[in-house]
């Protein structure tokens, strides 16, 4: 049995404008356990945001509970959410969010200037695939390579856990397989817990297990039993 990293009980989220209630999330339960590679479908508002924002300590949920190594996030004050995002979560989303005037090392060095035990940023770059392209500048770079550099900087301060909401969704199929192979790299050789939003169902494959939110609940919950390489996605 791998050791539960996360464990979300009765997660719920509305969201109340005037007398309006909008449920984002209706009580949701989920297990994710070290090491793996979970894929999160499903259609835009069905609560695959939401729950990843909660477990990543970036809002707080309504009801329920989740827990990280056993500590229930709920509980924590806004200093301590502060601190558990910075040591132990990396999050990597649709827009790169780079530092124009900082080249691809800079940018990555930012994170490891205020993380506990980082790696060196030309090595999270290495991991990455761009050792050569360090001193270039986002502008220099093309949107899969600087998607690259924000999946080093994820990783760069050595994170637990590593949350990736939409990492394909701006990019062309070449360099979304690029993007997903530095992805299972880094789960596959730093044992990263990684957990990936996309609307592209055939990236499921990939994945140690896929879950499929609709209506603020988790419909279905597979184990492949055989994963596929990223180059053998048809995008």
């Known amino acids: 049995m791998r050791e539960r990293i996360f464990e979300a009980?009765?997660?719920?989220?509305?969201?109340?404008t005037g007398d309006v209630e909008v449920f984002a999330l209706r009580g949701v339960d989920l297990v994710l356990s070290a090491g793996e590679m979970m894929v999160l479908l499903g259609p835009s508002g069905s609560g695959k945001s939401t729950f990843l924002n909660i477990?990543?300590?970036?809002?707080r949920p309504t009801e329920g509970h989740v827990l990280f190594?056993?500590?229930?996030?709920?509980?924590l004050s806004e200093r301590e959410l502060t601190?558990?995002?910075?040591?132990h979560v990396g999050f990597v989303f649709q827009f790169y969010n780079l530092?124009?005037?900082l080249t691809a090392l800079?940018?990555?060095?930012?994170?490891?200037?205020?993380?506990?035990e980082p790696m060196p940023p030309a090595e999270a770059l290495a991991l990455v695939g761009l050792e050569a392209r360090q001193d270039h500048f986002p502008a220099q770079?093309?949107?899969?390579?600087?998607?690259?550099?924000?999946?080093?900087?994820?990783?760069?301060?050595?994170?637990?856990?590593?949350?990736?909401?939409?990492?394909?969704?701006?990019?062309?199929?070449?360099?979304?397989?690029?993007v997903l192979e530095a992805l299972m790299r880094v789960n596959q050789e730093l044992g990263t817990t990684t957990a990936i939003i996309t609307h592209n169902v055939a990236i499921k494959d990939?994945?140690?297990?896929?879950?499929?939110?609709?209506?603020g609940r988790i419909v279905s919950d597979t184990v492949n039993e055989t994963r596929v390489e990223p180059k053998d996605v048809t995008w």
């Open 9 to 16: 009980s009765g997660l719920t989220k509305v969201y109340r």
């Open 55 to 59: 477990v990543g300590g970036l809002d």
């Open 69 to 75: 190594r056993g500590r229930d996030l709920v509980g």
């Open 83 to 87: 601190l558990y995002r910075r040591n």
């Open 99 to 101: 530092v124009p005037s």
């Open 106 to 116: 800079e940018n990555v060095a930012l994170v490891t200037e205020i993380s506990a």
């Open 141 to 178: 770079l093309s949107g899969g390579e600087q998607q690259r550099v924000a999946i080093a900087r994820a990783v760069a301060k050595r994170p637990e856990v590593l949350l990736c909401d939409e990492p394909t969704g701006a990019l062309d199929s070449t360099f979304g397989v690029i």
């Open 206 to 215: 990939i994945a140690h297990r896929v879950c499929y939110f609709a209506d």
